[in-house]
């Protein structure tokens, strides 16, 4: 039995979320204001078949296939946004699924640094995949179940707000993103990706 953990459709990829992917993924890289679809499911085995569907169905391209034993995560995307909705149609007709049994998202996690010091903005360098946070900047961390929901949150933030996007992990149990800005830049960016969460529809998770 397959689950519907992630289904969010991004109608215009931000320049740096798109970059992002573009600097992590190994597949065919996404270019900024491509509509995308980001598709959660598990067993992760099982999101080998759904590639093949989207992929014959239409002409969209993959950025990002992640198989891990308990989930997997499709990211695929186009310049049509009809082309992305279409696939996205024929991964849920091929699992026999609708996209309101989809899980609705949860923040796990939510805070703000304020004017993050020098060594831990180090820190934080050190083990980030996308742009650097520089020290007396705000940090916001926020932790998603399912983990492919953490991808709306951070492109719903970069159009809300001038922020940097330090790094998104949007796959395995949870999902995670850093933003470093200003502070008022920083509240809007929360207050935007935490809406965009709170407005996915969906099924309780268990």
Do not use: C, W
């Amino acid at each position: 039995m397959i689950t519907l953990r992630t289904y969010t459709f991004l109608d215009s990829l931000q320049p740096q979320l798109a970059s992002f992917i573009g600097t992590t993924a190994k597949g065919y890289l996404p270019v900024p204001f491509q509509a995308s679809l980001f598709v959660e499911i598990a067993p992760g085995i099982a999101i080998n078949r759904v590639t093949d569907v989207a992929l014959k169905a239409t002409k969209v391209k993959p950025a990002l296939q992640v198989v891990e034993r308990a989930y997997g995560l499709l990211e695929i995307h186009d310049d049509d946004q009809g082309e992305v909705k279409s696939a996205g149609r024929a991964i849920l007709d091929a699992l026999e699924l609708k996209e309101d049994g989809r899980l609705k998202p949860k923040m796990l996690s939510n805070q703000i640094i304020r004017a993050v010091e020098p060594y831990q903005a180090q820190l934080i360098n050190r083990n980030r995949q996308g742009s650097m946070i520089i020290p007396g900047q705000s940090l916001y961390i926020l932790e998603t179940e399912p983990a492919g929901y953490v991808s709306l949150a951070a492109n719903e933030a970069e159009k809300a707000a001038h922020i940097t996007l330090v790094d998104v992990r949007p796959f395995g149990a949870f999902g995670r993103m850093y933003l470093a800005g200003t502070e008022s830049e920083i509240d809007s960016a929360k207050r935007a990706a935490e809406a965009a969460l709170e407005a996915v529809t969906g099924r309780e998770g268990k």
